[in-house]
């Protein structure tokens, strides 16, 4: 298996409340991948921080193998999701990829 995990900073002009309704979209759109994507095991969003954190929210992602992972990145509806809300409201972006057994 895969583990695919991601931290996002959301643009720093959002307000807290335009913040709270972006992050939920994204958990809404990312998380409804579940089902649609081929070897997609599981996905989470996590988006109720503590005040330490300096990421705003957190993708964990598990696929069957690496060429799984690699089908998600290119699949229509992750495509979707990602220009449609991901990217057009962060402005920072880490990933850890690593197998797990």
């Known amino acids: 298996m895969v583990k695919h995990i991601i931290l996002w900073q959301l643009k720093d002009e ?4 335009d913040k709270a309704r972006v992050r939920a ?6 998380e ?10 599981d996905i989470h969003v996590q988006i109720d921080m503590l ?14 193998d690496e060429t799984s992972l690699k089908g998600y990145a290119v699949h229509p509806e992750h495509v979707a999701v990602a220009d449609g ?4 409201n962060t402005k920072s972006r ?5 197998e797990v057994a």
Not at 25 to 30: E, F, S, T, V
Not at 51 to 64: G, K, Q, R, V
Not at 94 to 98: E, G, S, Y
């Open 14 to 17: 959002f307000s807290e409340e």
């Open 25 to 30: 979209d994204i958990k809404a759109g990312l």
């Open 32 to 41: 409804g991948l579940q089902g649609k994507i081929p070897g997609l095991i």
């Open 51 to 64: 005040d330490s954190s300096n990421a705003d929210l957190m993708l964990d992602s598990t696929f069957e």
């Open 85 to 88: 809300i991901v990217r057009p």
């Open 94 to 98: 880490v990933c850890i990829d690593f």
